[in-house]
């Protein structure tokens, strides 16, 4: 065999191979540079993914930034949207719910709701509510990376309603007062329909009827000998847990199982006040400055304090170590944990006339009445804490005061006098004839009081005017103290051992409503969530629901109203999830807020408002 070879010294066979090397080596750096410029172009589509979805988060809190109840929507699309000449433009919802198409992108923005449990961390929902402060942010950008092949990126974050501020109301004590303005000293509301209940903080329910009648309480309901002493005052812990005192020291205690009086003391001088915070906790106070305390087993007597002349009149405890008594020729006592003590201040001195009753609104809102027309009120919140006169409209003797709340109250006395607080100043009332003298008030809501005095002389508070009540049949006697421990539950003492008891039934309107006080959010602010506590005593019977109004401002009162709205902007429609609901953008942009309550019970219970809050920009 003859082997050719070429100029170079190379053979046949071995060129062959080269040139095949050569063509493989050649392919394969071909499909090397054709692949290669394939990722740099899907490379290049996930950068631009990734900005697309990092603007749909920025322009979603951008919006956050605006106004919270923008966040209706459960899935939207974003714009940019004009503001005014040579300003930026600001980022909106458009409302359309379908993915929006960039180029070659597809852009989706989901707006979760967010869950909690009762220890309020974020679950899984529908959890135990529904925060209408948070939201889970979902954008999503996918394109098509070949056919049959789609990639996706993908933003999540949670946004919150942290950067806001809340209308709270929470106390109508001081009911109606039409155009009222919000403030947070105050406690008014605009108007009512007359069927709601609002004597006492962080409680707004619908007003309550009682039908009863009095009776005279006999021998059967004593264990022994039913007391002829004259009962000066009478204190109930609860309805089964009734105390009073008078003559001689008398101390007698009803107790419901079984239902009897008793006699437990019997000697001392004449006890003229008794206050009872609990079963074991109470005061009687009475003649030579006497304190006699319950703890829970016996009443223990306690020296008199240096004036032992000075009769107590009447004693008001609010807790354990917290209480005032009062009494002749103007005495005023303190008690501070265990011990009383003789007030005294600096400054005019207090009138000496004889104080004949006392009441503590709370440890630092006290009153105290008397002679020729007396008033003082104790305010803890001076500095220092002290008693002042206040203005009274009679010359009477007053005997007692009560009250509604801290600006609806009540005081009576010699002659049929009654004379009502209202907040502000004390005024006369109409006193039903023939006028005698008052011995006792006592007031159990804004629709309900009573008031006992000479030859059983009984009158009612309706919540419009006072008006006569029959005492039970053979009762003339002087009846000097009241005490219900429930509205439809009563008790009278009067002289020679008369002893009334009152019963009667409950029944409650079906509903009421109430429209707020006018809410200052100072400036042109969304409205953005409205949430409430409340109990619902009937469920799902009770119920409580809520419609807004706004207004624009006009020389720093509200201007014209918009009408009353729901959830959809209308009239048709109210909030009614306590736990909290977005409010419509077309809430927005004006300065005054203010809501429309109407609850309704089921005709023997009724739903109880404790908060409501409005959150704003």
């Known amino acids: 065999m003859k082997i050719l070879f070429f100029k170079k010294g190379q053979s046949l066979f071995e060129a062959v191979v080269a040139i095949a090397i050569f063509a493989l080596a050649s392919s394969a750096l071909i499909a090397t540079v054709a692949g290669g410029g394939d990722g740099i172009v899907s490379a290049n589509l996930q950068t631009q ?3 697309l979805a990092d603007e749909g988060i920025e322009a979603v809190r951008s919006i956050h930034d605006g106004a919270w109840n923008e966040f209706q929507y459960t899935q939207s699309q974003v714009k940019q949207t004009p503001t005014g000449p040579g300003l930026p433009d600001q980022w909106t919802f458009n409302g359309i719910s379908s993915p929006e198409a960039i180029g070659q992108f597809t852009r989706t923005i989901e707006i979760d709701p967010v869950c909690r449990d009762g220890s309020n961390t974020i679950v899984v929902c529908p959890g135990s509510y529904t925060d209408p402060h948070t939201k ?7 394109w098509t990376a070949r056919p049959g092949t789609t990639n996706s990126v993908r933003r999540i974050t949670y946004v919150s309603n942290w950067d806001s501020r809340d209308w709270i109301d929470t106390d109508w004590s001081c009911g109606a007062k039409s155009g009222a303005l919000w403030s947070a000293a105050g406690k008014n509301f605009d108007s009512q329909d007359g069927n709601i209940e609002y004597t006492a903080t962080g409680d707004v329910q619908l007003k309550t009827t009682i039908t009863g009648s009095w009776a005279n309480v006999t021998s059967a309901l004593w264990n022994g000998t039913p007391t002829t002493n004259d009962l000066q005052s009478v204190s109930a812990v609860n309805q089964n847990d009734v105390w009073a005192v008078g003559g001689g020291g008398k101390i007698i205690h009803y107790t419901g199982s079984p239902a009897k009086w008793n006699t437990v ?6 006890l003229f006040g008794i206050s009872m915070v609990s079963a074991n906790y109470g005061w009687a106070v009475g003649g030579n400055g006497m304190l006699r305390g319950w703890n829970g087993t016996s009443w223990i007597t306690y020296s008199p304090l240096p004036q032992t002349s000075r009769v107590l009149r009447d004693v008001s405890i609010l807790a354990s170590g917290d209480g005032w008594a009062v009494g002749d020729n103007g005495v005023i006592e303190r008690l501070v944990g265990c011990t009383w003590k003789v007030w005294s201040q600096a400054g005019p001195a207090l009138p000496t006339n004889n104080l004949y009753g006392v009441r503590m ?11 020729s027309g007396t008033i003082l009120h104790f305010d803890g919140n001076a500095i220092p804490p002290k008693w002042s006169v206040v203005a009274s409209p009679t010359g009477a003797n007053l005997r007692s005061v009560d009250f509604i709340s801290s600006c609806d109250g009540f ?19 109409t006193s039903p004839s023939p006028r005698r003298t008052f011995w006792d008030v006592l007031m159990t809501s804004s629709n309900n009081g009573w008031s006992i005095g000479v030859n059983a002389k009984m009158i009612r508070w309706d919540g419009s005017a006072w008006s006569n009540v029959t005492p ?12 219900f421990p429930l509205q439809n539950d009563g008790w009278a003492v009067g002289d020679s051992g008369r002893i009334l008891h009152f019963t009667g039934t409950v029944s409650v309107v079906p509903s009421g409503a109430f429209t707020s006080a006018a809410f ?7 409205v953005q969530v409205i949430e409430w506590n409340h109990t619902p005593s009937c469920t799902p019977a009770c119920t409580i629901k809520f419609q807004i109004q706004i207004a624009p401002n006009n020389a720093g009162a509200p201007g014209a109203w918009s009408g009353w709205m ?6 048709a429609t109210y909030f009614t999830i306590a736990a909290g609901t977005l409010i419509p953008e077309a809430f927005n942009g004006k300065q005054w807020v203010r809501y429309r309550t109407t609850l309704t019970g089921d005709l023997s219970n009724t739903p109880v408002l404790q908060e409501l809050r409005i959150n704003y920009k």
């Open 411 to 429: 005081a009576v006395g010699s002659g049929g006098a009654i004379i009502r607080w209202n907040g502000t100043l004390w005024s006369n009332v």
């Open 265 to 270: 003391v019997s000697s001392g001088n004449t």
């Open 566 to 571: 729901g959830p959809d902007g209308t009239s």
């Open 361 to 371: 609104l709370s440890t630092n809102d006290v009153w105290a009445v008397g002679q």
């Open 472 to 483: 039970p049949s053979g009762t003339s006697n002087d009846l000097h103290s009241l005490a």
């Open 520 to 526: 200052d959010m100072g400036d042109a602010s969304p």
């Open 49 to 51: 993914a990734a900005a």
């Open 136 to 142: 889970n942010v979902i954008v999503t950008v996918s």
